[in-house]
């Protein structure tokens, strides 16, 4: 199940998002171009990853901050990228560029400290941007719980693309993140972080979604954005009718 996109045209442009979205491919396109084996790639992730190891000798905190822009594999960046590029504009609309960036930082942290409380002895490193991000998707559950996402389901040899509201794909991702996480599920993914990430953005943004309101906000806006939703042609071009 991958979200594609949603209808949910963000207001202003997402400089942020796309600044972000920036730094990360730069990063990693320098990182490829620049280390040649997979010797001189691990020193790399161990210098500038979130070791949990390292951390609790009093070592390498920076890395709490620095594991955020490097990422494993091409995969690994684009699918982190897509879910940025994603929910990624809708925050910045409703938090501002200042806030928005402070958001995402605190959102990151937040993931990387959930991670290593789950296991501080752990040697391997940490590194992505999708803690950070899981924070962004907390912060949209809690805003545009309606909003409809785009996912494109595939079983087997079977591809369809269903529009479905925002708040069921984020609490299926959010579930089975918690279900990965307690049952131990290793496959390279730092399951704890998602969830510590997703529920510093769901909480960064409750105070705001009060002074709006809180679920007198929801009933104003049905759980949409308060402007016309994005549809989508044949071309998959977004075609948004703004109010006059």
Same mark, same amino acid.
């Given at each position: 199940?991958?979200? =594609? $996109?949603?209808?949910?045209?963000?207001?202003?442009?997402?400089?942020?998002?796309? @600044?972000?979205? @920036?730094?990360?491919?730069?990063?990693?396109?320098?990182?490829?171009?620049?280390?040649?084996?997979?010797?001189?790639?691990? $020193?790399?992730?161990?210098?500038?990853?979130?070791?949990?190891?390292?951390?609790?000798?009093?070592?390498?905190?920076?890395?709490?901050?620095?594991?955020?822009?490097? #990422?494993?594999?091409?995969?690994?960046?684009?699918?982190?990228?897509?879910?940025?590029?994603? +929910?990624?504009?809708?925050?910045?609309?409703?938090?501002? #560029?200042?806030? +928005?960036?402070?958001?995402?930082?605190?959102?990151?942290?937040?993931?990387?400290?959930?991670?290593?409380?789950?296991?501080?002895?752990?040697?391997?490193?940490?590194?992505?941007?999708?803690?950070?991000?899981?924070?962004?998707?907390?912060?949209?559950?809690?805003?545009?719980? $309606?909003? *409809?996402?785009?996912?494109? =389901?595939?079983?087997?040899?079977?591809?369809?693309? +269903?529009?479905?509201?925002?708040?069921?794909?984020?609490?299926?991702?959010?579930?089975?993140?918690?279900?990965?996480?307690?049952?131990?599920?290793?496959?390279?993914?730092?399951?704890?972080? #998602?969830?510590?990430?997703?529920?510093?953005? +769901?909480?960064?943004?409750?105070?705001?979604?009060? *002074?709006?309101?809180?679920?007198?906000?929801?009933? $104003?806006?049905?759980?949409?954005?308060? #402007?016309?939703?994005?549809?989508?042609? *044949?071309?998959?071009?977004?075609?948004?009718?703004?109010?006059?």
């Amino acid at each position: 199940m991958f979200p =594609i $996109r949603d209808h949910n045209p963000s207001e202003r442009t997402p400089y942020v998002t796309y @600044a972000l979205m @920036a730094v990360n491919i730069l990063v990693f396109l320098i990182m490829t171009a620049s280390l040649e084996g997979d010797r001189a790639l691990a $020193r790399f992730y161990w210098d500038w990853g979130l070791v949990p190891a390292k951390v609790t000798e009093g070592l390498g905190y920076g890395g709490f901050l620095t594991s955020m822009f490097l #990422h494993g594999g091409f995969m690994h960046l684009a699918g982190n990228m897509l879910f940025l590029f994603i +929910f990624g504009d809708n925050l910045e609309d409703e938090l501002g #560029h200042l806030g +928005f960036t402070l958001f995402y930082i605190a959102s990151g942290l937040g993931a990387a400290g959930l991670q290593f409380a789950a296991d501080p002895t752990s040697l391997v490193p940490m590194i992505g941007a999708s803690g950070a991000i899981a924070g962004v998707m907390g912060g949209y559950l809690l805003l545009f719980p $309606r909003a *409809r996402v785009d996912v494109l =389901i595939i079983i087997v040899v079977f591809f369809k693309i +269903f529009p479905v509201p925002a708040w069921l794909m984020l609490l299926v991702w959010f579930g089975l993140q918690l279900f990965n996480g307690a049952a131990g599920a290793d496959a390279g993914i730092a399951y704890w972080a #998602h969830a510590g990430g997703f529920v510093v953005g +769901f909480l960064w943004v409750l105070p705001k979604w009060l *002074r709006e309101g809180g679920p007198e906000f929801w009933r $104003r806006s049905q759980g949409h954005p308060d #402007h016309p939703a994005a549809r989508y042609g *044949r071309s998959g071009v977004p075609i948004v009718r703004r109010r006059k």
